[in-house]
T-cell receptor, first 110, second 114 residues
């Protein structure tokens, strides 16, 4: 079964505050991908991390892959209302078996 | 907008009905997936097709029957479903079987079983 956990489950922030979600796997992952799902929408691919300790940035978003390739984080600096949605990590253990994390729902108050 | 098209957007069916969900992509992707997503839950993998062959079945009940007629199309045939099967059914595709391929999702079919 799926063994990728995310915390927190929910996060409410004031616009302009920072936000971080953490993803933890019980097993080593080949890679990790991050997706964003807006309310009523479908998951949209954000980024992929492959190397141990890798850090990638996309404007206000910073993604990190742990040294042991079992955990990852997504940090958003100075949140905006457009950041609202649920953020999922997805870990791949073999071939096409992607397991989505439990997700963190972000609400941003203007 | 998405390059993976799913029809219908909404479907209501009775427990004795037979219906099909359809998915189409023209990105030349060789792997296609069905996911099921219940409210406030992550997508759960159901099936994976790679090069038009079923490569993964995540112990899905036989009332769900996938079909991949060609590299661009993926169907999910539904028969004798239960109310607890009500969910958002998402189709996705990826470039290949390699582990570096991101998933491209369709908008989903919201299924209600009465």
């Amino acid at each position: 079964g799926q063994q990728v956990m995310q915390i927190p489950q929910y996060q409410h922030v004031q616009e302009g505050e920072d936000f971080t979600t953490y993803c933890n796997s019980s097993t080593t992952l080949s890679n990790i991908q991050w997706y964003k799902q807006r309310p009523g929408g479908h998951p949209v691919f954000l980024i992929q991390l492959v190397k141990s300790g890798e850090v990638k940035k996309q404007k206000r978003l910073t993604f990190q892959f742990g040294e042991a390739k079992k955990n990852s984080s997504l940090h958003i600096t100075a949140t905006q209302t457009t950041d609202v949605g649920t953020y999922f990590c997805a870990g791949r253990r073999n071939f096409n078996k992607f397991y989505f994390g439990s997700g963190t729902k972000l609400n941003v108050k203007p | 907008d998405t390059e993976v098209t799913q029809t219908p957007k909404h479907l209501v069916m009775g427990m004795t009905n037979k219906k099909s969900l359809k998915c189409e992509q023209h990105m030349g992707h060789r792997a296609m997936y069905w996911y099921k997503q219940k409210a406030k839950k992550p997508p759960e993998l159901m099936f994976v097709y790679s090069y038009e062959k079923l490569s993964i079945n995540e112990s899905v009940p036989s009332r769900f029957s996938p079909e991949c007629p060609n590299s661009s199309l993926l169907n999910l045939h539904l028969h004798a479903l239960q109310p607890e099967d009500s969910a958002l059914y998402l189709c996705a595709s990826s470039q290949g079987q390699g582990y570096n391929s991101p998933l491209h999702f369709g908008n989903g079919t919201r299924l209600t079983v009465t």
